[in-house]
């Protein structure tokens, strides 16, 4: 069984990505007490029906390789027993970067860290990564340190609320991670179907994971 810090530590990822995104996507499957993530990528194993697309391969196990599709179908369903993991907004992210830089006395170190976000008064998304990047080239360690106690907390206190709106028990949940390294490969000489294009290429695409 996954250790509860380890969940936390996940959660706390999950919702740390940016809104503006999708290139992975954290979940919890309520039906198994499971959590999981898709890959944006995971999406080109499928064909327009959500089915195994017959011009694709991939390095998934079997195993696996049903589990995403399976997943992936239950979302494009609306399945309410898969909840998606909340991501902190973008005014969440500018209002806490400007919580961050208010707190700063020494006037040089709030002039480095603001030049690095420029216009977070603005609507623009500028901000759209503040919880992923670091100043660690530009600021001192306790500013450094200083940042990321704060944006711990922030992210902690979500992943705990996230727990108990949901009624989780972390001794009962676990996180499913898939070991191997997934790759797809797209023939582009074949449609959905399987079926030869007129045009035939013998390019290949490959995604990994």
């Not at 991501?87 to 400007?98: D, H, V, W």
């Not at 992943?159 to 023939?187: H, M, P, Q, Y």
């Amino acid at each position: 069984m996954t250790s509860e810090n380890q969940i936390l530590n996940w959660l706390m990822i999950g919702i740390s990505q940016s809104p503006f995104s999708l290139n992975e996507v954290f979940y919890l499957d309520k039906s198994n007490n499971e959590f999981f993530s898709i890959l944006a990528t995971d999406y080109f194993m499928l064909d327009e029906d959500l089915g195994i697309a017959k011009n694709t391969t991939t390095s998934y196990s079997s195993q696996n390789e049903n589990s995403i599709v399976n997943r992936i179908q239950r979302i494009e369903n609306d399945d309410k027993e898969i909840i998606e993991i909340p991501r902190l907004s973008y005014n969440e992210r500018k209002k806490t970067l400007i919580e961050f830089l208010d707190s700063i006395n020494d006037e040089k170190e709030k002039e480095r860290i603001t030049h690095l976000y420029i216009n977070i008064e603005s609507e623009t998304p500028d901000v759209r990564n503040l919880f992923n990047r670091s100043f660690e080239i530009e600021s001192d360690k306790n500013t450094v340190e200083k940042w990321n106690t704060l944006k711990n907390e922030i992210l902690l206190t979500k992943a705990e609320s996230f727990i108990n709106l949901n009624n989780i028990n972390l001794s009962n949940v676990k996180i499913w991670e898939i070991e191997e390294k997934g790759t797809i490969n797209i023939d582009l000489t074949k449609d959905d179907n399987g079926k030869i294009l007129k045009q035939k290429s013998n390019k290949w695409w490959k995604f990994w994971k």
